[in-house]
């Protein structure tokens, strides 16, 4: 990678991960670590079980068997709040903001996390909760800043361009100031400008505040030039892991984007 | 003149009655969209429970043998009120989580039948006169002044109204408590991913309106007594509701203001026209046409669905 950058240890280990729905195996067996501060991508042909996969970590999914271990507490299952206040923020692939609410009030809700003061204060707004208030607003235009969306701090979310509901959306999982950030796949619908912006705007947080990364995305430029390490899925089943370069040369992964049989045609 | 304005007064006071009511469904509308039929019956539980903490020829007086003061009273009333909407979370609605909002509105009409049985058999079904100190009678000085005849418990009642919705919007739009109804309201998934615990969150909704309740269990009761027939003000915060849009706090007072103004003068003037019981009709016909004009209500959120 261009810049410096310390990969540090491991921070998320998954193991032996295996979740069904009823008789449909989503994942089985799949075994991953990532490493503090690093970018690591998830890739796979639809139905591959990406998705399901990020929402083992976040806890949305609980998986029938395996465990995953975040910042060296080991867990099966685990509530998406808690998850949430150990440091794990997300996106989702189909956006999912507080239309109702503001650009400003939807990133704060990224806050609640690291707000604590009580309902009896909350409920006046007085001493305080007030004063907790101001903090929090102050990280926030940080994150409006950083993102570059000071025009739209008032706009309801609901009626602004897909582009920047999504870059709202990531806006509202920085503000938690997350340990692990996870995409689910951030560039999905956007066109080549709005894509190269994503793409900094990741860049840039993994850089400047050492978030570890991980993300989901069909793009595979931008796979290759933005991770640090991918792992490979396919129909529920982990079919490489390593860099990019290893991976796209994976025999494997080739067959599996393909969709050809191995045969010696090509030799 | 001079009745017309006293006509539109009582119409002022009595919509403020149905907007203490309407509050309460917004309340939970807004923050998890279930229409919460049993509202009504809330106000009703609130006011039973507080008048058998006070009075002397309750439950409680005979188990312990005194009677709590007023503001003791209220704030076990409060108490009770914390425990059902408990009670309603981990019984009920812990179980229909992302079901269908009909579902959700279903059993909220079970969960109405259910608290006015058991308030019958826990507190009997006669009407209670409930005393708590508000000032009774018409105001001496409006009447000597300007010779107009106004309650002085409506006026009590309308102060405290607006009290509760100037607390209520800063908490909705101010607090981190506020922002996470909302945000449970717009996506639970989004809510869930941002820490925000369902559970949690639909208690402290649920008791906020049961506060609401309360708040109104005492205005109508300190009025016309305790009554069954107070769950029934229920169906009279449906039009209230229409007309100010379900989602918003201001909505409910001014829809309710509307309404009772509305009924009170239609009563009064076109009433022996068509031999009267306007009021009984009134609110419902008005809603109606509302929903023809702007569905969404004076101040509800436009729903704009993108194909």
Known sequence: ?267 | MLFLLETVISGLMAGVMYALVALGFVLIFKASGIFNFAQGVFALFAGLALYDFIATDGWFYELFGFALPVWLGIIATMGVMIIVAWLVEFLVLRHLVNQEPIILFMSTIGLAYFLEGLGDILFGSDVKPLDIGLPQGASDYLLDNFNLYVEKLEVVAAVVAAVLVVVLAIFFQKTRIGRALRAVADDHQAALSVGISLRTIWVIVWSVSGFVALVAGVMWGSKSGIQFSLSLIALKALPVLILGGFTSVPGAIIGGLIIGVGEKVAEVFAGPYVGGAIENWFAYVLALGFLLIRPQGLFGEKIIERV
């Open chain 1, 1 to 267: 990678m261009a810049y410096e950058r310390n990969i540090g240890d491991t921070i998320l280990s998954v193991d032996q991960i295996s979740l069904s729905f009823g008789g449909v195996k989503a994942l089985s067996n799949i075994s991953f670590a990532v490493r503090e501060h690093e970018v690591f991508a998830i890739i796979g042909p639809n139905g591959a079980g990406k998705s399901s996969m990020l929402n083992c970590i976040n806890g949305f999914y609980h998986p029938q068997e395996g465990t995953i271990t975040f910042k060296g507490n080991t867990r099966r299952q685990v509530r998406p709040s808690e998850a949430a206040r150990q440091g794990i923020a997300r996106t989702f692939q189909n956006i999912a903001l507080f239309n109702g609410m503001s650009t400003l009030d939807n990133i704060m809700t990224g806050r609640n996390t690291k707000m604590n003061k009580g309902i009896f204060w909350q409920a006046l707004r007085f001493g305080p909760a007030e004063k907790e208030e101001m903090e929090h607003r102050a990280v926030v235009e940080r994150v409006i800043d950083f993102l570059e969306i000071e025009a739209i701090r008032k706009t309801a979310v609901g009626t602004l361009p897909y582009g920047l509901q999504k870059r709202v959306e990531l806006g509202r999982a920085l503000a938690a100031e997350p340990d692990l950030l996870l995409l689910d796949e951030p560039m999905a619908g956007m066109n080549l400008e709005e894509k190269q912006d994503m793409c900094r705007f990741i860049l840039d947080v993994n850089d400047e505040f050492g978030t570890t990364i991980v993300l989901i995305e069909h793009d595979m430029g931008v796979v290759m030039d933005i991770s640090d390490r991918v792992v490979v899925l396919d129909y529920g089943k982990k079919l490489a892991e390593g860099t990019p370069d290893e991976v796209r040369t994976n025999q494997d992964v080739i067959d599996a984007y393909l969709g050809v049989s191995h045969d010696d045609e090509e030799a």
